[in-house]
């Protein structure tokens, strides 16, 4: 099968790895349709810290092809979400709604068939991983495809964002990020009722997909400069909700420095050297919340039906496709901004 792989820092390659077979009995086999590339993966393959000649991505749609005998969530010719991370789905984490962080679990994008950027993916404890779409799926348009896609990671992820900051009808939140999770987050903090939305977003492409996603308004300044102009914007008080969606030290600090007492910073960017004003936030009694998004609770209870009903299109974030054969121009086009996210059409349904 093809299967992206990464070769080294800014380098990646279509090659062909052996397609993947079931394993353990709780694996199913997936023919991906849709794939895609995160942000998180621009950290590798700028930097480094991936296992050369590794398949990589941890986003897919796709056809079940076939299952081990202990699978029955799912059966061959049926049409799934897999989410970024694989979990047993009976342990008590499992069972709290958040498998994300499953003792018995893990990642996608590592290993032999445990790249989703490829045209066959493994699937462990499929039980409590996969996400069953209902309906025909050979009638999803391509529109559908890529909001289903998003379901996969980003949609999911920025919604955790906003469920971890407590958003709540009437509340001013603001978003940290204008990647596609933090357009997401935008779009979640919608969702859950917020009647001001500020982004922090300086990019004219990135502010119109926020606009129609509901951001209201957007402040481009950074650091000392963006701490005080939300001040301002909020009364001197802070925002009632923020949502951390890059990761780095000076969106973490500047999250914490915007929120309202009382409020919680809902974090989901994959955190890099940061640090916490820990006596601060107890003093205001701010929170801090988040992690790795439990990506199936949330499909499950909410956002796959918000999707398949229409009301909620997030696949607008990717503004580019490709195929596997285009997957270093695929990483390219994110690493540069030229696309806010780079959609991979693997294969039909």
Not at 144 to 169: C, F, N, Q, R
Request: some cysteine; proline content about 4%; aromatic content about 6%.
């Amino acid at each position: 099968m093809k299967a992206a792989i990464y070769k080294g820092v800014r380098q990646m390659a279509c090659e062909d790895r052996p397609k993947p077979t079931i394993v353990e009995e709780s694996d199913a086999i997936i023919r991906v349709v849709r794939a895609c590339v995160c942000g998180s993966d621009l950290w590798f393959y700028r930097d480094g810290g991936h296992d050369v000649d590794g398949q990589t991505g941890h986003e897919a749609i796709g056809v079940v092809e076939s299952v081990g005998s202990d699978v029955t969530i799912a059966k061959p010719g049926d049409f799934v979400i897999v989410p970024f991370p694989f979990s047993c789905g009976k342990c008590p984490v499992c069972k709290a709604g958040f498998e994300s962080s499953c003792p018995h679990g893990g990642y996608f994008g590592s290993g032999d068939g445990m790249g989703c950027q490829a045209e066959y993916l493994r699937v462990p404890e499929a039980n409590g991983t996969l996400v069953v779409v209902p309906g025909d799926a050979k009638s999803f348009s391509d529109e559908m495809l890529a909001s289903l896609l998003t379901l996969s990671d980003v949609m999911s992820t920025g919604y955790h964002a906003a469920a971890s900051a407590e958003v709540k009808p009437g509340d001013t939140a603001v978003v940290f990020g204008d990647g596609a999770v933090g357009l997401c987050a935008v779009l979640s903090a919608k969702l859950m009722g917020a009647s001001r939305i500020i982004s922090m977003s300086h990019h004219a492409d990135r502010q119109e997909i926020a606009r129609k996603f509901g951001a209201t308004d957007f402040v481009e300044e950074r650091g000392d400069e963006a701490v005080a102009k939300v001040l301002e914007m909020t009364d001197g008080y802070g925002a009632d909700a923020v949502l951390e969606c890059v990761g780095s030290a000076l969106s973490n600090d500047t999250a914490m420095k915007v929120a309202r007492a009382g409020a919680v910073v809902g974090r989901v960017g994959l955190p890099h050297d940061v640090e916490a004003d820990i006596p601060g936030l107890f003093f205001r009694n701010v929170g801090l919340r988040g992690g790795p998004a439990p990506v199936r609770t949330y499909d499950m209870r909410r956002l796959l039906k918000e999707v398949l009903d229409g009301t909620i299109n997030p696949g607008i974030v990717y503004t580019a496709e490709y195929t596997l054969d285009g997957i270093q121009e695929a990483y390219a086009a994110m690493d540069e901004r030229r696309t806010v996210k780079s959609l991979l059409r693997v294969s039909e349904v």
